[in-house]
């Protein structure tokens, strides 16, 4: 989702770092052209190879509703009753930023929350996920400058 400003999380990841043990691959984290920082390959990744887990505190809907109402969060939904709050504990992963035209997708599998290539990934490309954040709440603009860009975060 440790190293965030407050134990409280739901804020900014004051010092984000890329835990090894969550990735086989050696990613690094920098500015990004699409919102403040992101995650970069440091080298190549094939098609269809698990490039990193999500990982954080697990918490109840009702903490994530909490957490939820700052403007910046770190949260993944992982199943109807638990949310994982990737501002603490986090793998590096809850850096990863939106684009209409990623590179990774996301699965859940045994609980665990993992981003896989969707196709060749090349060394110093940022790594990407489609959010696919529901159509039933406020519209979130997309800075991802995708040829394909929604305009917003949500899905139409």
């Known amino acids: 989702m440790t190293r965030a400003l407050s134990p409280m999380a739901g804020s900014l990841v004051a010092a984000p770092v890329i835990d090894s043990r969550y990735t086989p691959f050696r990613l690094s984290i920098g500015p990004s052209r699409i919102h403040r920082r992101g995650v970069y390959a440091e080298q190549f990744i094939a098609v269809r190879r698990k490039v990193i887990e999500y990982t954080g505190e697990r918490i109840s809907r009702r903490e994530t509703k909490r957490r939820g109402s700052n403007s910046l969060t770190y949260l993944f939904t992982l ?32 609980g665990h929350i993992l981003y896989w290539s969707i196709r060749d990934i090349q060394p110093g490309e940022e790594l990407t996920v489609d959010y696919l954040f529901s159509n039933k709440i406020d519209p979130i603009p997309c800075f991802c400058g995708a040829a394909c860009c929604r305009g917003t975060i949500n899905v139409k």
């Not at 638990?82 to 590096?92: L, P, R």
Request: glycine share 12%.
């Open 79 to 110: 199943d109807d009753y638990w949310t994982v709050d990737g501002a603490v504990g986090g793998s590096g992963a809850e850096i990863i930023n939106h684009s209409c035209d990623p590179n990774l997708r996301s699965s859940i599998l045994k």
